[in-house]
């Protein structure tokens, strides 16, 4: 993925009426004077809109530029943010974004196998591309949190979990034919509990 300086970037941005809104209810939930606090929710504002607007969640120079005016920040300070955290693209991206984990419990249960099938699948070889088509986007990611249900195949901000090639490809296939497949355990897995069901309190205790 390019940085923001190799990126075309908008020669303008502004909030739409649907940014205006949720921009607005969220510095309402900081004190005057505190506005900044609502940085990282704005930068997702910005983002969101950037989604909406042209089919790739990405954060642009200029967009950045008119939260920092309506946050009453300093620019730079809104660049450090949204460069700092990972969650913030810094350049276009495919209409999905596959994040991948590949850290140790990932990787003990399997997280290769998921890369492999994504690659496959997208034609996409090294990290931070984006696919030919324009669909999807691969990135390596740090641990998401949820190593109970490992491997897991994050896109965008949902979690598909206890992954395997196969899954992954049919997964995929999905999103490219316009579906959203169920997020959470593709093994029907109940939240965090052990495969193949809980184990412990199952039963009431007697009164």
Not at 64 to 82: F, Q
Not at 119 to 135: F, L, P, Q
């Amino acid at each position: 993925m390019l940085s923001p300086t190799q990126v075309a970037q908008p020669v303008s941005f502004s909030f739409d009426t649907e940014s205006e809104a949720e921009l607005t209810m969220l510095i309402a939930r900081y004190p005057a004077g505190k506005q900044a606090s609502a940085v990282i929710p704005g930068l997702y504002v910005v983002q969101n809109q950037m989604k909406r607007h042209t089919g790739s969640a990405w954060v642009p120079v200029k967009g950045m530029d008119v939260l920092a005016e309506k946050l009453g920040m300093a620019p730079i300070r809104v660049y450090e943010v949204a460069t700092f955290y990972y969650m913030f693209n810094m350049a276009p991206i495919g209409k999905y974004h596959l994040q991948l984990c590949t850290t140790t419990p990932c990787w003990l249960r399997g997280s290769d196998e998921i890369v492999a099938a994504c690659r496959v699948a997208t034609g996409i070889k090294g990290w931070k591309e984006t696919s030919a088509d324009g669909m999807f986007t691969m990135t390596e990611v740090e641990c998401v949190g949820a190593c109970v249900n490992a491997p897991i195949l994050q896109v965008d901000d949902d979690f598909y979990e206890d992954m395997n090639g196969e899954r992954t490809t049919a997964l995929l296939a999905a999103l490219r034919r316009g579906e959203t497949p169920k997020m959470g355990s593709t093994i029907g897995r109940q939240t965090s509990a052990p495969e193949g069901g809980p184990t412990t309190l199952l039963f009431a205790p007697e009164a």
